[in-house]
């Protein structure tokens, strides 16, 4: 393999990372989330929504246009919400999982807290994603005057493919095994 594609697909050949050790189709999930995250920043800047009256807004909006316009129109806790749902926690997860796939060698205590939260983030992903879903639902059906664009589908898929590397991982954790060295003492 072409020593460029081998440094995407594991990172640093020095560090014994999960990546290191993925065999098969699994050695993938770095571009995954590599295609993830640009899906994710595709999702957040792209105009999402074109409305009249939708959640009090008019115009077209992305959801980093949308976020000010709530809080200026009194819906803050609505704002907070997409916010930390729709920003926040899949950049949180994106992170945790780029962290254990290149970062974080598994003799390195970090490792063990990463992949506690990445569990716990992969809980909350259906929470997210279902979010997701009812927000398009109310949308669509509010009324003529609301059309989705690309970008929801963006942050839908990039959702999916986060649930589906934290998935794979999810075994590739728990195959790691962690031995005490006792010393011997004369």
Known sequence: MHWVVER????RPDRQTISKYAKGSDR?????????????????????ITTVGFLGLEGRYS??????????SGQGG???????????LPILLLSTAFDLWY????????????SRLLRQLGRLWLMLLGLVLI???FAVQSGEGTTLHLAVYYLVVSL?????VAARLQPLINAVQFVEIEEDVD
């Open 78 to 88: 609505l704002a907070v919400l997409i916010a930390v749902l729709t920003i926040i």
């Open 103 to 114: 970062r974080h060698e598994l003799a390195d205590a970090k490792f063990l807290r990463k």
């Open 63 to 72: 959801l980093l246009t949308a976020l000010p316009e709530l809080l200026k």
């Open 135 to 137: 927000f398009i639902y």
């Open 8 to 11: 995407i697909l594991i990172g």
């Open 160 to 164: 999916a493919l986060q649930k589906l």
């Open 28 to 48: 993938y999930l770095g571009v995954l989330l590599i295609v993830s995250a640009a899906l994710l920043g595709l999702a957040i800047t792209q105009p999402m």
